[in-house]
């Protein structure tokens, strides 16, 4: 498996889940833009947990 698997949205450190009016809302904190946890961007910066299990699996520098 190589790091653009874990390469989406709901991994990057901007992704946040929000709650309105009992529907769960995606949203990237840097784009500012409504998003989808599978979703990717240029932008991506992985969360230290994803980070971590890429560096155990041997694919932080592919």
Known sequence: MNF???QVCATCIHFQAVR????MTYLCSRL???TKPSYSFQ????KEHVKRLMEKRG????
Do not use: L, S
């Not at 932008?43 to 992985?46: L, R, S, T, V």
């Not at 694919?59 to 592919?62: L, S, V, Y």
């Open 59 to 62: 694919n932080i520098n592919e």
């Open 43 to 46: 932008c991506w910066d992985p």
């Open 4 to 6: 653009k698997a874990y």
């Open 20 to 23: 309105v009016n009992g529907e």
């Open 32 to 34: 500012k833009y409504e």
